[in-house]
């Protein structure tokens, strides 16, 4: 900028307008991909401008990287959203996701004709705020129950989920389930009284009162960690009838647990915990519709479990979680791979209960090759195809 | 005083840091926008030494804080010296309560923690926070207060302001997910494992006696073993202890001693599963593709 004439006040101004227009249009797309960017970012960017970073868009770029990520999902998808927005670069698939969250966000006449299009012939009951049984219609209409290859790429509505009687029923089951297993932790807790060591250190200062004599001795305890459920549903095309009764549950468990987890799988895994404890149920239904591109599709679960294993395990799983998997244990892809990560999950986790909605089924056998390759890994396998089926189940999960 | 950003970059390389490209850019963003770098990565990527060439960079000191389950103020802040407070109050008996108290919460009988010493230094220094996962999320939020304020209240003696504002760089390792609060008021760098060149010019740099056709060949050997299904992947560490291995038992060609490279390879693998993957075999057939 120094090689050139001074630019007077006006153009100036001018100036800075255009490039804070422009910077305001980024955060924008930004927070349209899910990064948490606020005012104060925005200033700071300004800032950086201001410090001479833009000379380059290589290091404004990588400037804008560091100030705005927050998460390596951020950090990784940064890189296209930049070039996208201020090089005009053809935008990376991440970032197609937000072109169609806009739509799922402000139902405008065009966004109805294009969901139409997508859906086929089942608008209808998209647009219904429908009862549970209509919607378990839509969504499993002329499928047969089964494992599918198929992706389905068309966007799975679970507004379903959004009645509130149900909800507050699956709240309750939940918190049921939560008491049950919390209060099994309270009385091991009281059976290991002896065996502390002594905090020195803090008996010292508790007994200062005393003129340092030690009355009230402390003694070091370990931290107990609550249970933490970490659930995994399967949302492939032959578990449509069910998913959306188990989504209801998922929503009571991370509101009611103190610690829990969520994840959605069918050909790929999705963490849906950020999007499900959304307080406004309506904005919660939006970012799952927008995540579950590609449910009701075919089922890989040995594939989404290895995923899980690798990115989210560590992080999610400590030594005091359950895993529950919630599947009829179709699987498209290598039955195999299924039982090796069943068993790098099952040796990483202290319980792994399985919820199969088929064995509530006449006739029903673990047939499946899915399952098959799972079962030996597996310490509690279980009928859940509706809520009540759910809370029946409280007994059995209390003793995991 | 600011540096910058070919400053900085030159002064890692000056630190023994081979840094990427990207991380020059981080370091001069914490110096013009105050704020706290986070850094991620997997184990053994080298976070820790991120802290330790960046005090070198300010030519500065390096206050490190490991975080652990349990941590809380009184071992990451201050803490009274009850021992000598005692002490102190045993000798004094008789005299006037007020002046005794006067003397026991002064600033001599203080113990800093390195929270509070880090902010109390004439010269910025750095301050790592180790491990935040690992900590509570109480003790979180409380850091959080602290990187907005930087100043400490000790109720029995005030305030305590600042003297200089140190460089925070947090580390995590992803045990935990950290608070977004916490993720927002912090720059964010994500550190991957090196590319072969940039390990090769890092084993050089370390270790000393390691040629650039061994570090190259001993770069492309760790690349192909993190293909591999391992549980526990090598980092860099593991990378620069089997290098230094390799250099200590005279080796200057891998191709030449196939043997000493399966035995040494105890370096590198953590647990016996991935000792029991990397057979004979294996370990050869990797051999053969590094050139």
Excluded at chain 1, 127 to 147: F, I, K, N, T, V
Aim: net charge neutral; proline share 4%; aromatic share 6%.
């Amino acid at each position: 900028m120094s090689c050139c004439t001074p630019p007077t006040l006006d153009e100036m101004d001018a100036v800075s307008r255009l490039v804070s227009a422009r910077l305001a249009a980024f955060l924008r797309t930004l927070r349209e991909n899910a990064f948490a960017v606020g005012l104060s970012e925005g200033h700071d960017a300004a800032a950086l401008i201001a410090a001479g970073y833009a000379d380059r868009p290589s290091l404004l770029r990588s400037a804008f990287k560091h100030l705005f990520s927050a998460r390596k999902s951020d950090w990784t998808k940064f890189d296209g959203l930049f070039d996208a927005f201020w090089l005009g670069k053809r935008v990376r698939s991440r970032s197609v996701l937000s072109g169609q969250a806009a739509p799922t966000n402000n139902p405008s006449l065009k966004s109805l004709q294009d969901r139409a299009l997508q859906a086929g012939g089942q608008t209808a009951t998209d647009q219904l705020p429908s009862s549970d049984e209509a919607a378990g219609d839509h969504a499993g209409e002329g499928r047969l129950e089964g494992a599918s290859r198929a992706e389905n790429l068309a966007e799975v509505d679970f507004r379903k989920m959004a009645d509130p009687s149900q909800i507050e029923e699956a709240h309750a089951i939940a918190a049921r389930l939560a008491r049950t297993l919390r209060t099994r932790l309270t009385r091991r807790d009281l059976a290991r009284r002896r065996g502390y060591r002594l905090d020195l250190r803090r008996t010292i200062r508790n007994n200062i009162s005393h003129g340092g004599v030690p009355f009230d001795l402390v003694k070091r305890r370990r931290k107990e960690k609550p249970l933490r459920l970490v659930v995994l549903l399967d949302a492939s095309g032959s578990m449509s009838l069910y998913t959306g009764v188990f989504l209801r549950f998922i929503h009571g468990v991370l509101d009611e647990f103190r610690e829990a987890e969520a994840f959605l799988f069918h050909t790929q895994l999705a963490h849906v915990s950020d999007a499900m404890k959304e307080k406004d149920p309506a904005r919660a239904l939006d970012r799952l519709s927008m995540m579950a591109q590609g449910a009701g599709g075919g089922t890989r679960i040995g594939a989404s479990l290895q995923t899980f294993n690798r990115g989210h395990a560590k992080r999610v799983i400590h030594s005091r979680t359950c895993v529950m998997i919630i599947s009829d244990g179709y699987e498209t892809g290598d039955a195999a791979l299924l039982g090796r990560e069943m068993a790098a999950l099952a040796k990483r986790c202290r319980r792994i209960a399985w919820l199969n909605p088929m064995m509530a089924w006449k006739g029903y056998a673990p047939e499946a090759a899915g399952i098959k390759a799972a079962l030996p890994h597996i310490d509690l396998y279980a009928p859940a195809n509706t809520l009540r089926s759910l809370a029946d189940l409280e007994p059995y999960l209390a003793k995991l | 005083m600011t540096l910058s950003r070919d400053q900085i970059a030159a002064r890692l390389a000056d630190a023994g840091y081979i840094a990427d490209g990207e991380l020059a850019t981080a370091v001069g963003l914490m110096q013009l926008l105050k704020r706290a770098l986070l850094l991620e990565g997997e184990a053994g990527v080298g976070k820790t030494s991120v802290a330790q060439a960046l005090a070198s960079v300010h030519a500065t000191e390096l206050i490190r804080l490991q975080c652990y389950e349990g941590l809380d103020q009184s071992a990451a802040l201050y803490e009274w010296n009850y021992q000598r407070q005692l002490l102190a109050i045993q000798a004094h008996r008789g005299k006037d309560a007020a002046e005794i108290e006067d003397q026991i919460f002064s600033e001599k009988y203080l113990l800093e923690r390195p929270l509070l010493a880090a902010i109390r230094q004439p010269k910025p220094p750095v301050l790592l926070i180790d491990e935040v996962d690992r900590a509570d999320e109480e003790f979180e939020a409380f850091l959080l207060e602290l990187l907005s304020d930087f100043q400490v209240s000790i109720p029995e003696l005030g305030t305590i302001p600042a003297i200089s504002i140190p460089h925070v760089v947090l580390t995590s390792n992803g045990t935990r997910e950290l608070s977004d609060a916490l993720r927002r008021r912090c720059l964010y760098h994500y550190i991957d494992y090196p590319d072969v060149d940039r390990e090769a010019r890092i084993i050089m740099a370390r270790i000393s006696g390691a040629g650039a056709s061994l570090s190259l060949q001993i770069a492309r050997m760790v690349e192909s073993i993190r293909k591999e299904e391992l549980r526990k992947v090598p980092g860099v560490a593991e990378t620069l202890d089997w290098a230094a291995a390799l250099v200590g038992l005279d080796i200057r060609d891998l191709h030449e001693a196939p043997e000493t490279v399966y035995d040494t390879m105890t370096c590198l693998l953590k647990t016996r599963e991935d000792k029991a993957r990397m057979t004979r075999e294996v370990t050869s057939r990797l051999l053969a593709k590094v050139a």
